[in-house]
Structures are given as C-alpha cells and as structure tokens.
C-alpha cells in the first residue's frame, strides 16, 4: 500500500538525478562557490525580480530556519510563530537552544496576521521580556493553507510599522505558488519579506532549500559554517535547483501533487467525511471514525495521526507528493468506500 505520511519519501526527479550524474566528475570548487552554484542564484535571483538579493543553499528546513533566525536576532530578541508552527512544534527546540525563545500566537488556520501579532508584540513592552523582532510565516503552512498577496501585504506593513522582520519558511513553496488560491509570484515574496526560501527536499530534490535574503546580513556565511550549514559539496545543491528552475519543472512537480490531492479530498468528501481546515495544497485533514483509521492502517496505508477531534475521531494528515500515482489516489479512495 502506498505511503501518504509525507512528500519527501521519493528519491529526486529523474532530471534532478541526470544532471547530478551528468556532472557527476567535474571537479569543482567546494562550498558553494562552483559554476553551478553560481548559475542556480543568477537564476534565483532572475525568477525573484531581485538582482541584489543574497542566494545561499542548504541542506534542509530546520537548519535554514535556525541559520536564518539566530542570523537576524539578537541575544534578547525573539520570533513570533502560530502554534502549529514548524519552529514550534517539529524542531525539538532549535530556536530555543540558540537562546532565542519561540513566542507563539494561537491561529486556527495556521495563518498569521496583523491583528494576532499584535497583542503579542504591545505585551512586550519592557527590557523583563524579550523583544520580538522576526515574524516566521510558512507557505504552505502546517495546515495546508496558503497566504494571498493581500495577506501578506498586511503582514509586510505591520512589520515595517512595527520595526519587525518578516521571515516565510518555503518547504512547501511548491505547493503553496500553485495553489488555485495563490496570487503571488517568486517576485512578490522577495519584495514582501526580509528572507524566504524556495523548498526542495519536498519538491522533486533529493535534499535543498534554497535562502533568499534581502534583509542586510553581510555576514550570513559566517553563521552558515557556525551551524554546520556550509556543505562541502555544494555543488550537489546548485544543480539540483539549476535542473528544477531552469525550464519550470519545479512548478510542474508542485501543480501533480497538489492535483492529485484534491481528487483525495473530493473523493473523501464525497464519502461524508469531513474537513476542520479546507486545505487548497497537497497536505489534506479529513476527520475519520477511529475504525476506518485502524483498518486503513491494517490494509498497510501510511499517514500521520493529526490530532483526535473525540473519543470516537481522528483527523489524519495525508500527503501526496511530486511521485504520487495517479492509481494509488484511486486505490486509497476504493479501499475507504470500502471500510
């Protein structure tokens, strides 16, 4: 039975692992300052509509978020996030072990906005607490939903108004620019906040994100080889997104494993079963009777427990990727019919 815990359980896209095999014995400077590396920010920055942004690849999620954040904070400076935050909830305490503290707001749609922050922010008002100064955003976020322009422009104002950065994790960008509930381009996030990345490792690389950084920070690299982040073989990351970007396959990946995820979600909806947070990305949270869950998980279907809604409930989480057939979409919603 097919595995719908997470996009990152594939290898790469065949074209990510040609153009690795491709250039698999050219020898090249390491670190990140080879011809590819240097290709893929052109690129970046191309696509960003900003030539004087700062391009920087890493490895995953959780070390761009902490590279990124004790990058921009100081000693006594914290970051906002929602609850359901990765920073929060998924990263054993990264932020924390920097000395920065996570200070967490409380949104149902895992969204942030001007009007949640902003009890947070009046309510540390003195040097006995921290100060916040960085606003973490993810797009998608953790419950599948996505930020319109509008959105975010508001959050960019209050930032701006407020002497706040704004910070937007992209491990799912993927699904979040493809979305039909998306208006924004790789244009307007560079324009919108002070850093952001372009995710890989749940879109079609074998493992990447991609930093882009407007924010000043002349000494990023420093933080980068503190936190272990400056790979040796940087060159596997540079042409990793070379091959994704280069021709809109990135894109392409994203808009397959957000499709097939709305046909999990009519099919299950179709059904009866329910939705708490309607998600138009490919992360789906239908509200099953514990039953179903235990024989879907007896037939051998993978996905992770979300939370349970009652005694008798549970919403599960189920992922579809940039791999995802098309049949195991149709097996999963005949063998639920089933239950």
Same mark, same amino acid.
């Given at each position: ?8 359980? %594939? ?14 014995? =050219?020898? &090249? ?9 240097? %290709? ?5 920055? #191309? ?54 503290? =996570?200070?967490?707001?409380? #949104? ?16 540390? #008002? ?7 100064? =960085?606003?973490?955003?993810?797009? /998608? ?43 924004? /381009? ?6 919108? &906040? ?6 890989? &490792? ?11 950084? /407007? ?35 990135? *894109? ?22 329910? *939705? ?17 869950? #235990? ?18 409930? /549970? ?8 791999? &995802?057939?098309?049949?195991? =979409? ?10």
């Amino acid at each position: 039975m097919y595995s719908f815990r997470n996009d990152y359980s %594939e290898g790469a896209h065949p074209r990510v692992l040609q153009a690795l095999a491709d250039t698999n014995l =050219v020898q &090249t400077r390491g670190y990140g300052l080879d011809p590819y590396c240097t %290709e893929a920010a052109a690129l970046i920055r #191309s696509l960003c509509a900003a030539p004087e942004a700062q391009v920087h690849f890493l490895v995953g999620g959780t070390q761009t978020n902490l590279v990124v954040l004790d990058s921009l904070l100081c000693s006594y400076e914290a970051v906002i996030a929602a609850h359901t935050g990765h920073i929060n909830v998924h990263e054993t305490g990264a932020i924390e072990a920097t000395g920065h503290k =996570v200070c967490t707001v409380l #949104s149902p749609d895992g969204k942030l906005t001007p009007e949640l922050v902003d009890p947070l922010v009046k309510g540390h #008002s003195t040097e006995h607490m921290v100060l916040p100064r =960085v606003v973490y955003i993810s797009d /998608t976020t953790e419950t599948g939903t996505v930020y319109t322009k509008a959105e975010l422009t508001a959050l960019r104002e209050y930032c701006d108004a407020n002497g706040l950065l704004l910070f937007l994790d992209g491990a799912r960008l993927g699904a979040a620019l493809t979305s039909p509930e998306n208006d924004m /381009t790789l244009a307007d996030l560079s324009r919108l &906040t002070d850093a952001f990345y372009i995710g890989g &490792t749940k879109n079609g690389a074998l493992f990447g994100e991609a930093l882009v950084m /407007t924010a000043p920070c002349p000494h990023f690299r420093w933080h980068m080889k503190q936190r272990g982040a400056v790979f040796a073989k940087g060159r596997l990351l540079g042409i990793q997104f070379k091959a994704l970007l280069e021709d809109g396959l990135y *894109f392409d990946l994203a808009r397959h494993a957000n499709a097939l995820a709305f046909r999990l979600r009519d099919g299950i909806a179709a059904l009866g079963y329910p *939705f708490p947070v309607p998600s138009p990305s490919n992360q789906q949270f239908p509200v099953l009777p514990n039953p179903v869950v #235990s024989r879907l998980q007896e037939m051998g279907y993978e996905f992770e427990i979300d939370h349970a809604v009652d005694p008798g409930h /549970t919403c599960i989480r189920l992922v579809t990727s940039w791999a &995802t057939p098309e049949q195991a =979409v149709e097996e999963f919603l005949r063998d639920l019919a089933g239950c």
